[in-house]
């Protein structure tokens, strides 16, 4: 089982596309496109290589923010911890006259169980990562046209 510490690159694509704020994101990924290999006769093939840093998007220099940077096209996203995630969720959430409070739990079963993020009697999800329960949520939440925290 793989460990995550931060949203991939694609969950966070998806947390931007639902206008969660890159400045709320504690980590951020920066990838480069470098030569790799290549001989005398043929030139070096681009490769694309990512890192994650333990840093904050919002404290980066403003040009490092930007999509494209300098001539080797590197590139900047934001990462959210789960941490970070949580913070952004609101405590209760009020549907349809019904009010709840969310909960985030991981759930043992016969076929494997899972992470669960609910708010009981309104909506729930079970996924494999804590991560993805946590992205479900706040993809429903945007959806629905409720507001997270703002840090």
Not at 52 to 70: A, I, T, V
Not at 105 to 129: A, L, M, Q, R
């Amino acid at each position: 089982m793989t460990t995550n510490i931060a949203t991939t690159r694609e969950q966070s694509a998806r947390l931007l596309q639902c206008g969660v704020d890159p400045e709320t994101a504690d980590m951020h990924w920066h990838g480069a496109i470098v030569p790799r290999g290549g001989s005398l006769t043929s030139p070096p093939e681009p490769s694309e290589e990512w890192a994650l840093f333990n840093c904050p998007y919002g404290f980066m220099p403003e040009e490092m923010q930007k999509d494209k940077l300098m001539e080797d096209y590197n590139e900047i996203i934001p990462a959210w911890s789960l941490s970070a995630l949580l913070n952004l969720m609101p405590r209760k959430v009020t549907h349809k006259g019904r009010t709840n409070i969310f909960g985030l739990y991981h759930e043992e079963e016969k076929d494997g169980g899972g992470w669960n993020y609910s708010c009981p009697g309104i909506v729930y999800f079970t996924e494999d990562t804590p991560f993805e329960a946590v992205i479900k949520m706040i993809e429903w939440l945007t959806a629905n046209n409720y507001k997270l925290n703002e840090l």
